[in-house]
């Protein structure tokens, strides 16, 4: 059987001074970096995680992703608010793909420009591993001839 | 919803003293005919294992001993007790009995009520034991999540 996805899984977006965070089908990774752009930041740190082709010898065909948008974009904006207490950074961006994201593609950005790289670079970390921890967003795994029915919900935990 | 329902409850006392305003609040609304429903979501492995996105749930009643809250002025029979979040497991497993592995994915997930996630072992008084559902609230499975 194959579910429709959750009506709870749409796009979403929280915005902020200096701060954006998103739940998107698609992600525009140039306009992204530039949203962060600023002429006082010189340092400009970007993570982009992209499906990776294997898991533990298994060959990855796609992912998947559905989302508690409101709530995730909630929580991510959580997590960008304490990343900018800790660090000051000037701009922050997270953008996470929902839907059906093929080997290569990117799922998750997260960019950041602050004045100085040693605070870009913290700030951008935090942010990451917040949202890999605390953003309710789930990624289902499809293996190369395995029954889709059976793929797994993954755990970061 | 809850700061409504504050509202209301707060308001009630002047309502009953000025004939202008309606005679109905959210609190007397809520339990008037149909019996109170919940809104739960379902994502990743619940929905896999109960095969919805989501379902209403109604509130069973909760036989409750003690009568003391305003509500009871205009009932005279006894009303029913609270229903708390933590409660509400067994009774997703009770309306899915077949649904595979449910017991353990619902021991695993947190849960959110309103937009909010709810600590389970809390311990200022906001643990799971003591959110009470009275029937409107959008309350989510949370599996452990996989983002990023």
Redesign the interface.
């Known amino acids: 059987?194959s579910?429709?996805?959750?009506?709870?899984?749409v796009e979403a977006k929280s915005e902020a001074s200096g701060a954006i965070c998103a739940i998107s089908y698609t992600l525009d990774v140039p306009a992204i970096i530039r949203s962060v752009c600023d002429d006082g930041a010189g340092a400009n740190v970007h993570f982009i995680?992209t499906t990776r082709n294997s898991f533990q010898g298994k060959v990855v065909t796609r992912l998947e992703?559905?989302?508690?948008s409101?709530?995730?974009v909630?929580?991510m904006m959580d997590i960008v608010q304490r990343a900018i207490e800790s660090h000051s950074p000037a701009k922050c961006a997270v953008w996470?793909r929902i839907g059906v994201v093929p080997v290569g593609e990117p799922?998750?950005v997260v960019a950041v420009s602050a004045p100085h790289r040693k605070e870009a670079f913290s700030a951008c970390e935090q942010i990451?591993e917040e949202?890999?921890?605390?953003?309710?967003?789930?990624?289902?795994e499809y293996y190369e001839g395995e029954d889709e029915n059976a793929a797994q919900?993954?755990?970061?935990? | 919803m809850d700061l409504t329902d504050l509202i209301a409850s707060t308001v009630q006392v002047q309502i009953r003293d000025a004939s202008s305003f309606p005679s109905t609040t959210m609190s007397s609304a809520s339990k008037s005919t149909s019996p109170p429903t919940i809104t739960v979501l379902y994502f990743a492995a619940a929905s896999t294992s109960i095969g919805l996105t989501s379902e209403e749930i109604t509130l069973p009643v909760v036989k409750k001993h003690s009568t003391a809250s305003e509500q009871n002025e205009s009932e005279s029979e006894s009303t029913s007790g609270p229903f708390f979040l933590s409660s509400l497991p067994s009774l997703i497993i009770s309306l899915h009995p077949d649904a595979p592995n449910l017991k353990q994915i619902l021991e695993e997930s947190q849960w959110s009520v309103d937009v909010e996630m709810v600590d389970k072992e809390a311990k200022d008084g906001g643990s799971w034991d003591k959110v009470e559902l009275r029937g409107g609230e959008e309350v989510a499975v949370i599996c452990p999540v996989s983002g990023g």
């Open positions: 059987m579910m429709l996805p959750p009506s709870a899984s995680g992703y559905q989302a508690y409101k709530l995730a909630k929580t996470h799922s998750i990451l949202v890999k921890q605390k953003a309710q967003i789930w990624k289902r919900w993954k755990s970061n935990a």
